[in-house]
């Protein structure tokens, strides 16, 4: 009896998750999208940098006492020799700063030992475990003396924009600290969490673009835009 040779049977491919896809890899927020995972700009350390971070949702308000006491020490200890915290301010779930680095390493360095030293802070504070951040921070130099201008009033009074606070100086932030607001409120109270400004723009340069800064005035967008269209952020509401 003659043998049957074996028959080929065809078989559908078997699908696998290798190779290049359509519609293949994380979807964007529609929340909230963070900063695009892009290589960050050139950093010169004449240019103060606003910085944002943005934390998980989830965590208990970060001005909260015994939160904003923990984060303001962290916020201090992160200051050295090449990289210095110059001006914050802390809302519910974010965090702003203005900071200045010698070079972009110290730039690099001192925001990652700055993140890490804020989660650790706010985790002790909210006694939990696990990531803080919710996404890249965001960074953004400051290169004229507008700009700057527009920074400082944007970080020092950013709780008029999310709180709808009435004038006045933020406690939640190095407001109390900053000398030159156009009506200078009551004594400091004890010793400044923020390092002195060592840049041009950041000490002197930013006062020739409208001087002292008022406490009536209210940031309704981020700064980022003021150079195309200074309309955004209006000097007074």
């Known amino acids: 009896m003659a043998r049957r040779s074996p028959r080929q049977i065809a078989l559908p491919a078997p699908r696998t998750w290798g190779g290049r896809r359509r519609g293949a890899g994380r979807k964007p927020s529609r929340v909230r999208p963070g900063p695009a995972h892009a290589p960050r700009p ?13 934390a998980r949702d989830g965590i208990s308000s970060l001005r909260a006492d015994r939160t904003f006491a923990a984060l303001s020490r962290a916020l201090a ?16 779930d974010h965090i702003h700063l203005i ?7 110290a730039l690099v360095r001192g925001l990652q030992g700055l993140a890490v030293r804020c989660a650790r802070a706010i ?8 990531s803080v951040w919710s996404d890249r921070h965001h960074t953004h130099a400051l290169r004229t003396p507008r700009e700057m ?10 709780f ?16 109390p600290w900053f000398d030159a607001w156009a009506q200078p409120p009551a004594a400091q109270p ?3 969490p923020v390092a002195a ?22 940031p309704r967008s981020r700064p980022t835009a003021s150079v195309e269209n200074p309309s955004e952020f209006p000097d007074k509401p």
């Open 42 to 54: 050139e950093h010169h350390a004449r240019y103060p940098v606003h910085v944002t971070f943005r």
């Open 190 to 192: 004890g010793p400044s």
């Open 123 to 130: 985790n002790r504070s909210c006694r939990r475990r696990g």
């Open 77 to 92: 200890d992160s200051s050295h020799a090449s990289f210095r915290v110059a001006h914050f301010s802390v809302q519910s």
């Open 99 to 105: 900071v200045e680095a010698d070079d972009a390493q």
């Open 197 to 218: 400004p060592r840049t041009w723009l950041a000490s002197v340069g930013w006062r020739r673009a409208g001087g002292p800064i008022d406490l009536h005035e209210a």
């Open 149 to 158: 201008r527009l920074a400082l009033a944007y970080v020092l009074l950013n």
């Open 160 to 175: 008029r924009k999310h709180l709808r606070a009435p004038p006045g100086v933020d406690p939640r932030s190095s407001g």
